[in-house]
């Protein structure tokens, strides 16, 4: 059973620098794709960032020159680095691991958790 578990988040000022770490455990799979996505208040749910298991990452465009991500395969583990942080960023973090191909409804999830950015 695959478990994915975030960590990091809280309150950041307006122009500040947060990281998120997201474990995952009970992998068996080594060509996996892991993600964050986000919720802001009154929103769905939308992409954030992913890298696979050779480092290629994606972002999407609100956060391509502010946020970075990485990963550590041997300990199944993803960050997302975010900086310049500005209030619509404001949102609950979710981070997610599929396999290689697939869609991420079909990919674990974790509970989320929350980032607000003052002004």
């Known amino acids: 059973q695959v478990h994915v578990v975030e960590s990091g988040g809280g309150l950041v000022q307006a122009g500040g620098s947060t990281r998120l770490s997201c474990a995952a455990s009970g992998v068996t799979f080594s060509r996996n794709v892991m993600a964050w996505f986000r919720q802001r208040p009154g929103k769905e749910r939308e992409f954030v960032a992913s890298?696979?298991?050779?480092?290629?990452?994606s972002f999407a465009d609100p956060v391509k020159a502010r946020f970075t991500i990485s990963r550590d395969n041997g300990k199944n583990t993803v960050y997302l680095q975010m900086n310049i942080l500005k209030p619509e960023d404001t949102a609950i973090y979710y981070c997610a691991l599929r396999f290689e191909f697939g869609p991420w409804s079909s990919g674990y999830w974790g509970q989320g958790t929350q980032v607000t950015v003052s002004s």
């Open positions: 890298v696979d298991w050779n480092g290629l990452s």
